[in-house]
Protein backbone atom coordinates (compact mmCIF):
# COMPACT_ATOMS: atom_id res chain seq x y z
CA UNK A 1 0.00 0.00 0.00
CA UNK A 2 1.91 3.24 -1.04
CA UNK A 3 -0.69 5.77 0.47
CA UNK A 4 -0.79 4.06 3.39
CA UNK A 5 -0.82 6.63 6.76
CA UNK A 6 -1.66 6.51 10.43
CA UNK A 7 -4.26 8.93 10.30
CA UNK A 8 -6.16 7.58 7.79
CA UNK A 9 -6.15 4.12 8.74
CA UNK A 10 -7.09 5.64 12.35
CA UNK A 11 -10.15 7.26 10.75
CA UNK A 12 -11.09 3.87 9.21
CA UNK A 13 -10.84 1.85 12.18
CA UNK A 14 -12.90 4.09 14.00
CA UNK A 15 -15.57 4.07 11.75
CA UNK A 16 -15.48 0.50 11.53
CA UNK A 17 -15.69 0.06 15.53
CA UNK A 18 -18.68 3.18 15.26
CA UNK A 19 -20.51 0.98 12.36
CA UNK A 20 -19.64 -2.45 14.25
CA UNK A 21 -21.09 -0.76 17.74
CA UNK A 22 -24.13 1.01 16.00
CA UNK A 23 -25.44 -2.20 14.66
CA UNK A 24 -25.08 -4.11 17.99
CA UNK A 25 -26.49 -1.40 19.47
CA UNK A 26 -29.68 -1.08 17.27
CA UNK A 27 -30.21 -4.89 16.32
CA UNK A 28 -28.51 -6.72 18.66
CA UNK A 29 -26.17 -8.09 16.06
CA UNK A 30 -22.21 -8.50 15.76
CA UNK A 31 -21.20 -7.16 12.55
CA UNK A 32 -19.65 -10.59 10.66
CA UNK A 33 -20.54 -10.02 6.57
CA UNK A 34 -20.52 -13.53 6.35
CA UNK A 35 -23.43 -14.62 9.16
CA UNK A 36 -25.20 -11.05 7.01
CA UNK A 37 -25.08 -11.99 4.16
CA UNK A 38 -26.04 -15.55 4.72
CA UNK A 39 -29.08 -14.20 6.05
CA UNK A 40 -30.61 -12.58 3.18
CA UNK A 41 -31.21 -15.73 1.93
CA UNK A 42 -32.27 -17.49 4.97
CA UNK A 43 -34.50 -15.34 7.22
CA UNK A 44 -38.18 -15.96 6.73
CA UNK A 45 -39.00 -11.99 8.07
CA UNK A 46 -39.43 -8.53 6.26
CA UNK A 47 -37.64 -6.85 8.95
CA UNK A 48 -34.77 -9.01 9.27
CA UNK A 49 -34.22 -9.46 5.53
CA UNK A 50 -34.41 -5.44 5.16
CA UNK A 51 -31.35 -4.54 7.42
CA UNK A 52 -29.24 -7.09 6.17
CA UNK A 53 -30.29 -5.92 2.52
CA UNK A 54 -29.20 -2.22 3.82
CA UNK A 55 -26.09 -3.28 5.36
CA UNK A 56 -24.57 -5.93 2.15
CA UNK A 57 -25.67 -2.71 -0.53
CA UNK A 58 -24.34 -0.03 2.18
CA UNK A 59 -20.93 -2.03 1.27
CA UNK A 60 -21.31 -2.81 -2.32
CA UNK A 61 -21.56 1.85 -2.50
CA UNK A 62 -19.48 1.97 -0.40
CA UNK A 63 -17.08 0.39 -2.88
CA UNK A 64 -18.20 2.09 -5.88
CA UNK A 65 -18.45 5.92 -3.88
CA UNK A 66 -14.58 4.86 -2.85
CA UNK A 67 -13.54 3.83 -6.67
CA UNK A 68 -15.57 7.19 -8.03
CA UNK A 69 -13.61 9.41 -5.51
CA UNK A 70 -9.77 7.95 -5.69
CA UNK A 71 -9.65 5.84 -8.20
CA UNK A 72 -5.33 5.56 -8.30
CA UNK A 73 -5.32 4.05 -4.78
CA UNK A 74 -7.22 0.65 -5.67
CA UNK A 75 -4.69 -2.18 -6.59
CA UNK A 76 -5.29 -3.81 -9.46
CA UNK A 77 -5.24 -7.82 -8.95
CA UNK A 78 -3.37 -10.43 -11.09
CA UNK A 79 -6.51 -12.03 -12.10
CA UNK A 80 -9.61 -12.68 -13.34
CA UNK A 81 -13.09 -11.22 -12.64
CA UNK A 82 -14.61 -14.84 -12.41
CA UNK A 83 -11.53 -15.58 -10.27
CA UNK A 84 -12.22 -12.84 -8.02
CA UNK A 85 -15.67 -13.68 -7.49
CA UNK A 86 -15.18 -17.53 -7.27
CA UNK A 87 -12.57 -16.94 -4.28
CA UNK A 88 -14.68 -14.48 -2.60
CA UNK A 89 -17.67 -16.77 -2.79
CA UNK A 90 -15.52 -19.90 -1.78
CA UNK A 91 -13.83 -17.84 1.59
CA UNK A 92 -17.24 -16.81 2.52
CA UNK A 93 -19.02 -20.47 2.14
CA UNK A 94 -15.96 -21.52 4.52
CA UNK A 95 -16.28 -19.11 7.02
CA UNK A 96 -20.03 -20.19 7.35
CA UNK A 97 -19.25 -23.56 7.05
CA UNK A 98 -16.85 -22.94 9.99
CA UNK A 99 -19.26 -21.24 12.28
CA UNK A 100 -17.52 -18.16 12.01
CA UNK A 101 -16.41 -14.43 9.78
CA UNK A 102 -13.39 -13.59 9.12
CA UNK A 103 -15.00 -9.71 9.44
CA UNK A 104 -16.68 -10.73 12.61
CA UNK A 105 -13.67 -11.94 14.39
CA UNK A 106 -11.00 -9.47 12.99
CA UNK A 107 -13.61 -6.52 13.93
CA UNK A 108 -15.43 -7.81 17.06
CA UNK A 109 -13.26 -10.59 18.91
Known amino acids: MEHFTPLASTLGGLL???AAAL???TNGRIAGVSGIAGGLLTESTTRERGWRAMFVAGL???GLV???VA???ITAADASTATL???GLLVGLGTRLG???T???GVCG
Open 16 to 18: IGL
Open 23 to 25: LLL
Open 60 to 62: LIG
Open 66 to 68: SGL
Open 71 to 73: PTS
Open 85 to 87: IAA
Open 99 to 101: SGC
Open 103 to 105: SGH
